[in-house]
């Protein structure tokens, strides 16, 4: 991240350093900032926010609704004397239905900032000026209201078993939605879907809503009221973007090391995507899939043993601390990850010459994928014949030891994981205790608008092996 300048750096302390807590004096009951009436949502009696909004869409100021929370007296005190600055936005439709969109009503130039997105994990910003120049699946759009030096942000929220989302209408128009993601869970009326609030600070503008929304909610707590950890303040490292799949004892410790030679030596690493057992249906149950490189090549794999995989597992401890990983080239990984890549470009294109223009003698390009395999599995047994040298214990424990007593500064060691085991979950036929049952999945409506993502499309391809909900405390 790139340092802040001089007065953006200033403008946030000054905002810091301002208390958002409220005079111990009573509240005084203010009308609210927010009005709709004529098809019109104003702030302030006189900015028109949106325009052209239905009959069947509602606001109700925030001070309406009923509070249950266990909120910190201070934070429940700022949110209320803040009350009269947002509310709630609801609609009415005639059918009750698992998935429901509605008009919210119209604005058209005012400069916005928006969250949306883009994939099933990934979010990032959009700013543009009109209601149709949302992105789909927004999580929320803050406007800059210039006349009143204000701002306003409209967050999608969940009400009962709905979650809901801002997509791009025409002519201006922006759309709710909202969606169970079950055609069992079906709703046609909601009276707080969306929190709107106003403020003269883009930055107390985000605190004062999300303090709002903590206190309604109440199912979530704000950073004050957490305890940071303290990895917070330590500089580290993660694997995945070096190594990607081809993660190996070598590749971690000629990573800390570089840092070291750096003189920055990190205080804690994790080991990322690369280091389970894991193999795909129909291999052998007890062997690793080999040779994997490029994130989404694993999508389909399911963990089969909760041991570390072959390549770990092959670390003789003390192996390294003699040698200091000299024998290992620091650039095998980028080669091997290059040669993936390339592979991978010649398999892709292969699929569009057929899609565009059917079958057709490919030869050359099946030549070429085949000459680009052999060089990279040749790459992967040069890999293999370094081979340790020491004795004694071996495995991931005896790795992150020597590791540890290698790089004094190096405080924690961590390894990643998939909340079910693996992308594909538990292979069900070899940790059979688990009882585990693959699961096909289908995406909701609002998923289907995203950006391809190819993690989830195998996802979908392959299904989940999920275990057992009784033995679900075994993954933790």
């Known amino acids: 991240m790139a340092p802040l300048n001089d007065s953006l750096t200033s403008i946030i302390d000054d905002i810091e350093s301002k208390p958002l807590g409220v005079s111990p004096t009573k509240s005084i009951l203010q009308s609210n900032c927010f009005t709709l009436s004529q098809g019109t949502l104003r702030a302030k009696d006189s900015s028109p926010i949106l325009f052209d909004v239905p009959q069947n869409l509602t606001f109700t100021p925030f001070s309406s609704h009923a509070i249950s929370t266990d909120a910190p007296l201070p934070v429940l005190q700022r949110v209320q004397a803040n009350a009269h600055k947002g509310g709630f936005l609801g609609f009415t439709q005639e059918s009750p239905s698992d998935l429901l969109t509605n008009s919210m009503g119209r604005f058209e130039n005012r400069d916005f900032l928006s969250i949306f997105r883009f994939k099933t994990w990934w979010s990032t910003a959009w700013i543009e000026k009109s209601g149709s120049d949302l992105q789909t699946e927004t999580q929320w759009v803050m406007l800059k209201i210039p006349e009143i030096d204000s701002y306003v942000v409209i967050i999608p929220i969940i009400e009962r078993s709905f979650r809901a989302s801002l997509n791009p209408g025409e002519n201006g128009n922006v759309l709710i939605t909202a969606e169970s993601g079950s055609t069992k869970v079906k709703e046609s009326s909601f009276n707080s879907i969306a929190y709107i609030h106003i403020c003269d600070s883009p930055y107390n503008l985000v605190r004062e809503s999300f303090s709002a929304l903590r206190v309604h909610m109440n199912t979530f707590k704000l ?254």
């Open 223 to 476: 950073l004050e009221e957490k305890k940071l950890p303290n990895i917070v303040d330590k500089f580290g490292w993660c694997t995945w973007d070096a190594s990607y799949l081809t993660v190996d004892p070598a590749t971690i410790w000629t990573g800390v090391k570089e840092f070291e030679d750096g003189g920055i030596c990190p205080k804690f690493v994790i080991i990322d995507d690369g280091w389970q057992s894991i193999n795909f249906d129909g291999e052998e149950v007890d062997k690793d899939a080999e040779n994997l490189v490029l994130g989404g090549e694993q999508m389909t794999a399911r963990l089969h043993s909760f041991k570390e995989a072959k390549k770990f597992r092959n670390y003789k401890g003390g192996s390294f601390l003699a040698s200091d990983a000299s024998h290992f080239d620091p650039l095998k990984p980028k080669k091997i990850i290059y040669k993936a890549t390339e592979r991978i470009q010649a398999i892709i294109l292969k699929r569009k010459l057929i899609a565009e223009s059917g079958e057709q003698d490919l030869s050359e390009l099946d030549e070429k994928i085949k000459t680009l395999s052999e060089e990279l599995n040749a790459m992967f047994d040069d890999v293999q014949k370094e081979e340790s040298l020491g004795s004694g214990s071996s495995g991931m424990e005896a790795f992150t030891r020597d590791l540890r007593l290698r790089f004094k500064g190096l405080d924690d060691i961590y390894v990643w994981h998939a909340l079910c085991g693996a992308w594909g979950g538990v292979r069900p036929e070899t940790m059979t205790h688990l009882q585990a049952k693959v699961v096909p999945l289908d995406l909701s409506p609002g998923l289907l608008t995203m950006m391809t993502d190819l993690a989830v499309v195998k996802i979908v391809e392959g299904g989940i092996g999920l275990v057992h909900p009784s033995k679900a405390s075994i993954l933790s």
